[in-house]
């Protein structure tokens, strides 16, 4: 089994309308989107949900008003300002250091595990689908993303898949890396822009520090040809395999709008430079 994950150091590049249209190419293949903080997989994809359970992933703190003695250390202590003079714990500051129980000389502070999303098993019309939506104001979004990945190996080895892909979060933090971990192929998917670029190599130098094969897959490269060479020379001087330059084109908002994948909408240049982009890909995995 293998498993492919798209990523994109910036937002916004582009990243899961080429994963979906990846998913469309795909042959007994399994999804899932570890974007918790903000999927949008589901938009293209148009999940029937199958099942959908409760994550349980971070702790709050509870004083127990009966042995609080209103010392106030915990307020003096507790640097995210989570607790009130009154001594209330408001849950939405909370980060369950643990500093608040560590402080009270009356050990009238303990935790309790909250909810902190929600995880969906789904059907959609490219096979079953595995995603999440991490609640307002939690902080576990490395752990729920492991939680995803965990329940799409267990699936895809239950339904005999023979690959798993991931379209993944923007960044370089804990939820992408939360993503990565265990992958055997990664796209980096980016764009002609100076941020862009930037976030490009530290999301390159993330998979080369975890050793996790990677290629790069340019998008709307027409808005900047500068920009686009500059990408291109820059694959050449660090050896790395370029998978597509993809154009600026109005059929990606058209496909969104239609809740497609480009490659739906028949033939198309986009949608060739997609297969072919593709079939790169499965050259790079031996499928």
């Not at 127990?64 to 202590?77: F, K, L, R, Y």
Request: charged fraction near 25%; aromatic fraction near 4%.
């Amino acid at each position: 089994m293998k498993e492919i994950v798209v990523i994109s150091g910036k937002g916004g590049t582009g990243k899961t309308s080429i994963t979906a249209s990846f998913a469309s190419l795909a042959k007994n293949a399994i999804l899932a989107d570890c974007d918790v903080d903000a999927p949008d997989l589901h938009i293209i994809m148009t999940p029937k949900i199958l099942d959908q359970r409760p994550f349980h992933g971070s702790e709050l703190a509870i004083i127990d008003p009966d042995i609080c003695t209103s010392c106030g250390a915990c307020v003096e202590a507790c640097r995210f300002e989570a607790i009130s003079d009154e001594i209330e714990v408001d849950e939405y500051r909370c980060e369950g250091c643990g500093v608040c129980a560590l402080v009270c000389p009356s050990n009238a502070v303990k935790f309790e595990i909250k909810r902190s999303g929600t995880v969906f098993v789904s059907d959609t019309r490219f096979g079953p689908m595995v995603h999440a939506k991490l609640d307002p104001g939690e902080e576990v979004s490395g752990k729920l993303v492991s939680e995803v990945k965990k329940e799409v190996r267990d699936l895809a080895q239950k339904k005999g898949r023979e690959m798993i892909l991931i379209d993944g979060p923007p960044g370089v933090g804990c939820s992408v890396i939360a993503t990565i971990s265990g992958a055997d192929f990664i796209v980096v998917v980016t764009e002609p822009t100076i941020s862009a670029i930037a976030d490009m190599k530290r999301a390159l130098d993330l998979a080369d520090h975890f050793s996790i094969p990677s290629a790069l897959c340019i998008n709307k490269a027409g808005i900047n040809p500068a920009k686009t060479q500059e990408i291109r020379d820059y694959c050449d001087r660090r050896g790395l395999q370029l998978l597509a330059t993809l154009p600026y084109d109005h059929i990606i908002t058209r496909a969104m709008l239609e809740s497609k994948s480009v490659i739906e909408l028949g033939e198309s240049e986009m949608g060739s430079l997609i297969e072919d982009c593709w079939e790169k890909i499965q050259d790079r995995i031996g499928q």
